[in-house]
Structures are given as C-alpha cells and as structure tokens.
C-alpha cells in the first residue's frame, strides 16, 4: 500500500504504511523475498518512503532513508533491489537539484541495470542522468539522453513514473527556449496524470506550466493571468496533498510573478508561512532560493511579520 499511495500523491498515507511495515519487517526472516517478490521489502520500502518524505518537506530525512535502502542493497547484492536503490537515489537528488549526484547515482543504477537486463531501470536512469547532463549545461547530449530513455520506457509498455520524465524533458525545452515543444509534452503528461491517478508529480507540472506560460507571455496580460492561475492550482493540489516542497516550490513561482509586478506584500504574505514551515534541509537549493527571495521583498511588504 505504501507504493501505491506514493504515486497516487497520498504522502501522508504512505508514510503511515512505511511505518507500519519496518515494525514487521523482520531482515533475517525476509532475506529471501527478493526471489518471491522481485523486490526486498526492506529496500522497496525506504526508497518509497525517501520520496515521501521529500514531498512532505522532509528532505534530510528521505536522504538518511536512501543511504539506508542502498548501504542494504549493498549487503543484500541483489541486482534489482540496487538497481532500484540507486535509481529512487539519483530521482531524489533531482527533486533536491543535486544534479552532480544524481548523475553519479544514475549511472551507477544503469550499470547494474545493463549487466543484469533490467530494462525498466536502465531506461528511467538514462533519462535521469539526461536531466542531469541538461543542469550542467551539457544540453544537447542530455536531451539526446532524455530522449534515448524515454523511448526505451515506452517500450516496456510501462506508464509507472512517465509524467514524471516528462516533466523533466519539459524543463529541458523550457531551458532552450523550445516553449511550444515544451507546452505539448506537457499536455501529454497531464493526460497520462488523469488516465492512471498518478498524481505525484502533479503539482510539479501545473507549475512547470506557468514558467512555459510566462516564457511566453513577453508581458503579454492574459498569458501573465494564465500563468498564475497554474501556480496556484499546483499551490492547490500541493496543500491537498501536504507537499510542503512542492508548495514551497509553486509559492517562489508565484512570488517572483508578484514581485516583477510590485505586489511585493502578496509575495511575502504567501512565501513566508510555508518557508516557516520547515524544520530541515535550509541547505538545499530550494531553501537557499526560498530565504533569498524573501530577504529581496522590501522591508515595507513585511507587514511587521519578519
């Protein structure tokens, strides 16, 4: 159950169940269940619930529960359960914009993956490492990459993470000004979103949306309008869904917007009470952006609340 509420975007539910299972999870007595399960429940259940936590805004602890699922996968030397370790670890250094590491992990994930014929692995950390490539200014090869692994993910029949690789190939149109190539992966994206439930990454790709939008608009009134209104509908599903980051990450969206446009209070009064919010991981970049945006605010829109 914790998979599956994983990628419905139920973070909190999955989490309860993440807890529920290491309380039975017994390592002697489940060696064994990678040959009965294809997967060792004492890895599967740390890589999901890594993601989990990230999404609750608990980016310290989701990377303490990945070095715990790969040192395991390590130990166990099972070729899926690191594969998979490795993989779920170069997506969360993605969602924490670590692209150096999430390079290091992607690779590592497609070497096992290679060796041992796991076509689904090999396919989602070859467009992991793509991302990666592309955050480091290696832009062609990296889209190539994408590319190369999104079609070797298509051809496993598989849909299981697909919007979230091409949110990723958005962002790589977005970052070489391919607004309108970017826009109609993005409805595709969507569309898989309302066939499968596969809500995870929803929030991610409203916003993504309103940055193509505003790539667009040139001050343009109407597409400026369009653009907010996806911000804060993936402010919306975020706060459904308890996603502290993803929240955190549509409010500096919107923030910025308020900002070029002098509604410098509106900023600050949506900014500061999710950047309050959290207790962890002021050394990530989204934090790092979160507290410099919110010293930029003049002093004046503070409202007395700094």
Not at 264 to 281: N, T, W
Request: aromatic share 8%; glycine share 6%; hydrophobic share 45%.
């Amino acid at each position: 159950m914790e998979i599956i509420f994983m990628h419905l975007g139920e973070f909190t539910q999955a989490l309860e169940h993440y807890e529920k299972a290491l309380s039975l999870y017994d390592p002697q007595n489940h060696l064994d269940d990678a040959l009965l399960y294809v997967q060792n429940p004492g890895v599967a259940m740390r890589c999901f619930a890594a993601w989990s936590l990230w999404f609750l805004g608990q980016p310290d602890q989701a990377s303490k529960r990945i070095r715990e699922a790969v040192n395991l996968a390590r130990e166990l030397s099972e070729p899926h359960g690191l594969a998979q370790a490795l993989f779920f670890a170069a997506v969360l250094h993605q969602l924490r914009r670590e692209e150096r590491k999430a390079q290091e992990d992607a690779e590592a994930a497609m070497a096992v993956a290679r060796e041992h014929g796991l076509a689904l692995y090999q396919a989602m950390s070859t467009a992991t490492r793509g991302w990666a490539l592309i955050l480091q200014g290696r832009q062609e090869e990296g889209i190539a990459q994408m590319g190369e692994g999104l079609a070797a993910h298509r051809l496993t029949g598989a849909e299981v993470i697909l919007p979230h690789f091409l949110a990723l190939l958005v962002e790589a149109f977005a970052k070489t000004g391919q607004v309108d190539e970017g826009l109609r992966v993005l409805d595709e994206a969507l569309a898989v979103v309302h066939r499968n439930g596969e809500r995870y990454y929803l929030a991610e790709l409203y916003r993504i949306k309103g940055e193509l939008l505003l790539l667009q608009a040139r001050d343009r009134d109407e597409e400026i309008a369009q653009a907010e209104e996806c911000f804060q509908e993936s402010i919306k599903i975020a706060r459904q869904q308890k996603a502290k980051s993803w929240e955190l990450r549509a409010a500096m969206s919107l923030t910025r917007l308020y900002q070029n446009r002098n509604r410098h209070g509106e900023a600050h009064r949506l900014l500061k009470p999710i950047y309050s919010e959290f207790s962890e991981g002021f050394e990530t970049r989204d934090l790092k952006e979160a507290r410099a945006l919110l010293d930029e605010l003049p002093k004046s829109s503070a409202w007395g609340q700094l």
